[in-house]
């Protein structure tokens, strides 16, 4: 069984910039593909980025392209990380990170096993 621990949500201004965490414990992170998605109130999860087990493939939704960067780190933290900058208001979110399985990299939450509890973006106009 693999926990997902999010962490660097918060709150921001228009324009300013967060950088997302993404810890896992059970599972060797850097062998799975992992992703990002964001859900908003009222609103459906929708993917926002995603990596494969290599890090050397990336995939970003179309709102986040150019502003947002996922990455891994293979260091001692063993992390996901999704650099967000040049955040808009319509960025507030939950965001939640998760594992999958296969090559490539994922868009779709269904191809996911495993999610975290989530962090809580907002960014004020």
């Known amino acids: 069984q693999v926990t997902l621990v999010e962490s660097g949500g918060g709150l921001v201004q228009a324009g300013g910039s967060l950088r997302l965490s993404c810890a896992a414990s059970?599972?060797?992170?850097?062998?799975?593909?992992s992703g990002w998605f964001r859900q908003a109130p009222g609103k459906e999860r929708e993917f926002v980025a995603a990596i494969d087990w290599s890090g050397g493939s990336t995939g970003y939704a179309d709102s986040v392209k150019g502003r947002f960067t996922i990455s891994r780190d293979r260091g001692s933290t063993n992390t996901v990380n999704l650099q967000m900058s040049s955040l808009k208001p319509e960025d507030t979110a939950v965001y939640y990170c998760?594992?999958?399985?296969?090559?490539?990299?994922?868009?779709?939450?269904?191809?996911?096993?495993?999610w975290g509890q989530g962090t809580q973006v907002t960014v004020s106009s």
């Open positions: 059970g599972r060797t992170f850097s062998t799975y593909p």
């Open positions: 998760a594992t999958g399985k296969g090559l490539g990299y994922k868009t779709h939450p269904n191809e996911y096993d495993n």
